[in-house]
C-alpha cells in the first residue's frame, strides 16, 4: 500500500482503499457488467451512483470517490428520520427507473443470479452502510458489486429490511442484532407504508412485501452459506459470528406479524 491510500472502513468483504478523488476496489467476474450499468447510469444523468474509471496497474477497479457519510452501523440518528426514509425511497426509485433500457452484454456475470421478471437492475445490497449521506439526507448508493437483474420487489423488500428496519430485539432486550433500536410493530408498520409510499410502489408488490421480505433473507442465507462452503473466508466468518442467526430471527419476527406490517 502506498503512503497516498487510504483504507476506508466498513468493508464487510472487500478491502477498499482511498486514493485522492477514486476509490480501488478489488475486482470480479462481475465487475464488466457493473461498469457497463454504471455507465449507463451516468449517460441517464443519475448522479446516486459513483462513475468507473476502468482498472489500475495493481488490477483494482477505479470508481468515484463520492463525500459524504456512510451510515456503518450504529448508524447516525439522522439515518433512521423518516425524512431519510422517503429520501432513501425516492433515491431507490430514481436508481430503478434509471436502470431501465441498460442492455447487459451477452453472457454478463452478475454476483447474485438474475431473477424473473427482471424489472430493473437491482444494486443488491441496499443498506445504509452501502448509502452516503449529507446534511442527513441519503444522496447516492456505493458498492455495485452485487447488481443484478430482478423485480423492484426483491430490492425494496431488503431496503425495507434494513431502512424500516424490519429486525427483531435480541434476547429480549431494546437492540437489534445491529445495536439499533427495535421499533414496536406498529412503528415498523407505519415506516413501512412510508417508504412504499415515497417509492411508489405498485398495489400488487405492497401485498406480498412481508413475504419477499422474508424470501429474500432465507436466500440470502443460502447464499452465504453457499460461498461459505466454497471457500469464501469472509463469508465463513459472518457465519462463524452467527450473522445468519439474526437474518432468519429477523424473517421469522416479519413472518410473524405479516399481517399487520402489509403495507395495503
Do not use: K
Amino acid at each position: 500500500m502506498t503512503r497516498q491510500e487510504e483504507i476506508l472502513t466498513g468493508g464487510g468483504v472487500n478491502e477498499v482503499v482511498r486514493i485522492g478523488a477514486t476509490v480501488r476496489r478489488p475486482v470480479g467476474p462481475w465487475t464488466p457488467a457493473v461498469h457497463g450499468l454504471l455507465g449507463h447510469l451516468a449517460a441517464r444523468g443519475f448522479t446516486g451512483a459513483p462513475r468507473a474509471h476502468g482498472v489500475d496497474e495493481s488490477g483494482r477497479e477505479i470508481l468515484d470517490f463520492v463525500p459524504g457519510v456512510v451510515g456503518h452501523y450504529p448508524a447516525p440518528g439522522y439515518v433512521w428520520h423518516d425524512t431519510a426514509l422517503r429520501g432513501l425511497a425516492t433515491l431507490l426509485r430514481d436508481y430503478h427507473d434509471a436502470t431501465a433500457g441498460f442492455l447487459p452484454a451477452d453472457g454478463a456475470t452478475w454476483y447474485f443470479p438474475a431473477r424473473e421478471p427482471a424489472e430493473v437492475i437491482c444494486h443488491g445490497d441496499v443498506a445504509p452502510y452501502n448509502c452516503v449521506f449529507r446534511d442527513g439526507l441519503p444522496v447516492a448508493f456505493i458498492d455495485f458489486d452485487t447488481a443484478h437483474p430482478a423485480p423492484r420487489l426483491w430490492d425494496v423488500a431488503y431496503a425495507a429490511y434494513r431502512f424500516v428496519p424490519l429486525s427483531s430485539a435480541v434476547g429480549g432486550g431494546e437492540l437489534d442484532g445491529n445495536g439499533e433500536a427495535a421499533l414496536p410493530v406498529a412503528e415498523q408498520a407505519r415506516r413501512l407504508r412510508l417508504l412504499c409510499d415515497a417509492y411508489g410502489l405498485a398495489a400488487q408488490d405492497r401485498r406480498v412485501l412481508p413475504e419477499a421480505v422474508v424470501e429474500r433473507l432465507h436466500a440470502l442465507v443460502a447464499f452465504m452459506r453457499e460461498r461459505a462452503a466454497a471457500g469464501s473466508a469472509a463469508f465463513a466468518g459472518h457465519l462463524a459470528d452467527g450473522h445468519h442467526e439474526l437474518y432468519l430471527r429477523d424473517a421469522r419476527h416479519v413472518a410473524a406479524h405479516a399481517r399487520q406490517l402489509r403495507p395495503e
